[in-house]
């Protein structure tokens, strides 16, 4: 199969992807369910992840399947700090679980208590990461993919998860914004969305104050 028509069918499956996963966790479709299948929402958060997980597996096996050489590689210095850069962002995505609740986040906290609200039920949290990005997993998800030797498919893959990641924070930041209110805005002035800037982040005691204020 040709590079192009091999791109173009990988873009088309990352675009529906993107369009499903976007609906799916919209709280327009939410309170839809909510409105006519109330019985489901406790297994929503349940039903989205493995729905996502499970649209990935075409994505990845035809990526892998049609593996070529890399368009650029590393020299050893390069390769090295590439490297170290990864595993620096590994380390600081595991330290970073500790702000957020996994259970919510994976679902298994609804379905085990029969939660049935549209509303995620998380509180505003501002981690240290927080501090300097509002996303920080989506900004250590962008060094990841970058901090690699790329062929065709994977680049357009890094690309394709890239604007996702861009265009996805907006879309959930709609959310936080419904959920926090006036308290958010003010997060979002003070704090970057992806990418950190030596003048704009939180200290300690401002990000602590702006949660006592949230409470």
Request: glycine share 4%.
């Amino acid at each position: 199969m040709h590079d192009y028509t091999q791109i173009t069918v990988i873009v088309a499956l990352w675009c529906g992807f993107f369009a499903l996963h976007s609906l799916t966790a919209s709280l327009t479709l939410k309170h839809w369910v909510a409105n006519h299948y109330a019985g489901i929402m406790p297994a929503y958060r349940l039903i989205f992840n493995g729905l996502s997980t499970l649209l990935l597996i075409p994505l990845l096996l035809l990526s892998y399947s049609w593996r070529s050489e890399p368009l650029w590689q590393w020299n050893p210095p390069l390769f090295w700090i590439t490297s170290l850069i990864s595993a620096i962002t590994v380390i600081a995505f595991i330290i970073s679980i500790r702000y957020y609740d996994m259970s919510e986040f994976f679902g298994t906290r609804q379905w085990r208590k029969k939660v049935d609200a549209v509303e995620d039920q998380e509180n505003f949290v501002i981690g240290d990461f927080h501090r300097y990005v509002r996303h920080p997993w989506y900004s250590m998800g962008i060094i990841l993919i970058w901090c690699r030797e790329l062929d065709l498919i994977m680049l357009t893959n890094a690309i394709m998860i890239t604007l996702y990641f861009i265009i996805g924070s907006r879309l959930e930041e709609r959310k936080l914004v419904q959920y926090h209110g006036k308290i958010y805005h003010r997060y979002q002035q003070k704090v970057p969305g992806l990418m950190p800037r030596p003048w704009k982040f939180l200290t300690r005691l401002e990000a602590d104050e702006l949660i006592k204020e949230k409470m």
